[in-house]
């Protein structure tokens, strides 16, 4: 198995512009999970889905963060409009099943803002 | 989940084991320890888990106090590939919910 797919691996982008990240989770994961990363709040956890159904999306910043997953095979995460402070690593993780804790992570997408 | 303390950096010498401390005082009965580590630019990688039982896999084993106050994670030769970020994170298990990774310990091999 590949592992956990991202795209892009990096972005740029100018402030007010659309930006739309893309995950391949392992297939047969039932769990997927995205992540955001930065120096001054670490790793959090943005949202999680089950079965292709969003579960907790209480860490999603605000109104301007969407995410979907329309497949068992594919998530997205957007952002619309953009802001320098959205500038991160964001992480695509899944995780095969209830019982099975372990999560796989992708390698990540390295978004600026300017 | 139960708070977790780790100290912010730790060194070790290749070749020598890294111990990597955490204190889960607060750990209750069905939690398990989960560790994670982050090597630079990439995402993190599980390394191993356990309930109150040590444990030991091909990567690293894991001692559990006696009354699971605290743990440590033991990488018995330390390479320069085991530079990264260490997290201790505390969970019950098979909840489906999230890990809360925290700050960790960021563990530097020396050659």
């Known amino acids: 198995d590949a592992g956990v797919i991202q795209s892009p691996r990096h972005e740029v982008t100018e402030m007010g512009q659309e930006v739309t990240l893309r995950c391949k989770p392992i297939?047969?994961?039932?769990?997927l999970f995205w992540y955001r990363q930065t120096m001054m709040r670490g790793l959090e956890l943005l949202i999680y889905f089950n079965n292709n159904v969003p579960i907790d999306d209480s860490g999603m910043p605000e109104d301007r963060f969407s995410a979907k997953m329309p497949n068992a095979s594919f998530s997205t995460l957007k952002i619309q409009p953009s802001e320098p402070r959205d500038s991160a690593v964001y992480f695509c993780?899944?995780?095969?099943?209830?019982?099975?804790?372990?999560?796989?992570f992708g390698p990540g997408t390295r978004l600026l803002v300017l | 989940d139960a708070k977790t303390t780790q100290p912010t950096s730790m060194d070790c010498a290749e070749g020598r084991a890294a111990n990597l401390p955490c204190n889960h005082s607060?750990?209750?009965?069905?939690?398990?320890v989960y560790w994670y580590r982050q090597i630079h630019s990439q995402g993190p990688q599980y390394i191993i888990h356990?309930?109150?039982n040590n444990e030991t896999n091909e990567m690293a084993s894991l001692i559990i106090t006696e009354d699971r106050k605290s743990s440590t994670l033991i990488l018995p030769h330390a390479t320069l590939r085991d530079t990264a970020v260490y997290y201790c994170?505390?969970?019950?298990?098979?909840?489906?919910?999230?890990?809360?990774f925290g700050t960790g310990t960021s563990l530097t091999v020396i050659p």
């Open positions: 994170i505390v969970r019950v298990a098979f909840t489906g919910n999230q890990f809360y």
């Open positions: 356990g309930l109150k």
């Open positions: 297939s047969g994961h039932d769990y």
């Open positions: 607060t750990i209750s009965g069905n939690e398990y």
């Open positions: 993780a899944s995780r095969r099943d209830r019982a099975r804790e372990t999560q796989y």
